[in-house]
Structure formats: C-alpha cells, structure tokens
T-cell receptor
Framework: DGGITQSPKYLFRKEGQNVTLSCEQN?????MYWYRQDPGQGLRLIYY???????QKGDIAEGYSVSREKKESFPLTVTSAQKNPTAFYLCASSMGQTYTGELFFGEGSRLTVL | AQSVTQLDSHVSVSEGTPVLLRCNYSSSYSPSLFWYVQHPNKGLQLLLKYTSAATLVKGINGFEAEFKKSETSFHLTKPSAHMSDAAEYFCVVISYGGATNKLIFGTGTLLAVQP
C-alpha cells in the first residue's frame, strides 16, 4: 500500500542533543513538507521541498534542518538550537510541485525533550 | 492575507444527532478551502475541498460543507454523528502568492461524541 512512513513514533531527547526524524513516501509525490503541531495552535510549516535537492524554509524553520537527496525521503533534524522542541511533528506529501491543498500525511512523530 | 477562524475549540454531541463545526474565512480573492480530520495521535486526512465549483461540497464519511460567500463561512456538517467521528477537525485555506502557495490551518475543533 502507498503511503507515508514516519519514524520513530515516539522519541525522547535530552537538552542539547540533535535528533533526526525520518519521513519516507512511496507515493511518487514531488513535494514533501514538515509541520509542527502544538495543542491549540493548528499546524505550522517548518520546511518544504518541491523537488529533489531543493528545499525552502517555512514559517518556523529556526532550529531545524532538512535534506532532500532522494525523491522518497525528507528527514528532519531538530537541533539543539531549537528552544522548545517538544511537539508532534507531521510529514506530508503532495502530488505536484505546487500547493493544491491536497496533502497526504504520515502518522507523526512525538518528540519530548527531558 | 488569507486566514481561517474556527469558532469553537470543543464541540460535544450525542451519537445520532447532527454535527456542526463552524469555520469563517478571510480572503482577498476567491478562496480554496478544505476540511481535514485528525484522529488521536494520527496524521491528518482530507475530508473535503472547495475550489470554486459547487458551493455544497460532499466529502467522505457522510460529511459535507457549504461555501457561503456572503457570510464568509465554510461550516462542516453531518446529519447523524457516529462514535467514530470523534476527532479533531481543521479548516484550511490556501494562501496564494510569493514564491509558492501555502496552507493556512485553523486552530482546530475537537469533536466529542457521547453514547
């Protein structure tokens, strides 16, 4: 079955550590996105990539980094520079390079900083 | 600038009664609007979309939404709630312009369904 796989589902991190969240899709979608979700705030865009080897900052990119070396993979690194990293992180993809509003989401990764 | 406002953060209904989740939008042009659903600790799933065709849009699982330009609203309804409808619902608008378009998410409405 086609879809988006995020791992790990739950992750605990000590302050000062970098962590990388994996996102893989087998939908052959061009565009991929990372969102952060906090209670009562909806979703906020961290980074997006419309094509391999290219990505752009979203609204809250500070303290995060990404890479897009393969079409199917878009990992997110939460660095120690991110001041409040505890959140639910969602990866999504869409068929074309332009936002049509139709996103397919993974099941998320919940990061807790101890 | 485009934005959406979900008027209720929590809605509680009894199983078998109608559901109404309210969303108002702000847009300087004809908007593209969406409703997404998120079950606990899961990703979001597209329920339905409005892209300037019919003003009454039907989605999955018996949900529908009506675009009302005069009221700048895009409320989500379902005639009869089921226990499996308990989830969080997000109203979304596309913001066009700049280097790329982007989605603007509302803050969500948590729907509880009582037996």
């Amino acid at each position: 079955d086609g879809g988006i796989t995020q791992s790990p589902k739950y992750l605990f991190r000590k302050e000062g550590q970098n962590v990388t969240l994996s996102c893989e899709q087998n939908l052959n979608h061009d565009a991929m996105y990372w969102y952060r979700q906090d209670p009562g705030q909806g979703l906020r865009l961290i980074y997006y990539s419309q094509i391999v080897n290219d990505f752009q900052k979203g609204d809250i990119a500070e303290g995060y980094s990404v890479s897009r070396e393969k079409k199917e993979s878009f990992p997110l690194t939460v660095t120690s520079a991110q001041k409040n990293p505890t959140a639910f992180y969602l990866c999504a993809s869409s068929m074309g390079q332009t936002y049509t509003g139709e996103l397919f989401f993974g099941e998320g990764s919940r990061l807790t900083v101890l | 600038a485009q934005s959406v406002t979900q008027l209720d953060s929590h809605v509680s209904v009894s199983e078998g009664t109608p559901v109404l989740l309210r969303c108002n939008y702000s847009s300087s042009y004809s908007p593209s609007l969406f409703w997404y659903v998120q079950h606990p600790n899961k990703g979001l799933q597209l329920l339905l979309k409005y892209t300037s065709a019919a003003t009454l849009v039907k989605g999955i699982n018996g949900f529908e939404a009506e675009f009302k330009k005069s009221e700048t609203s895009f409320h989500l309804t379902k005639p009869s709630a089921h226990m499996s409808d308990a989830a969080e619902y997000f109203c979304v608008v596309i913001s066009y312009g700049g280097a790329t378009n982007k989605l603007i998410f509302g803050t969500g409405t948590l729907l509880a369904v009582q037996p």
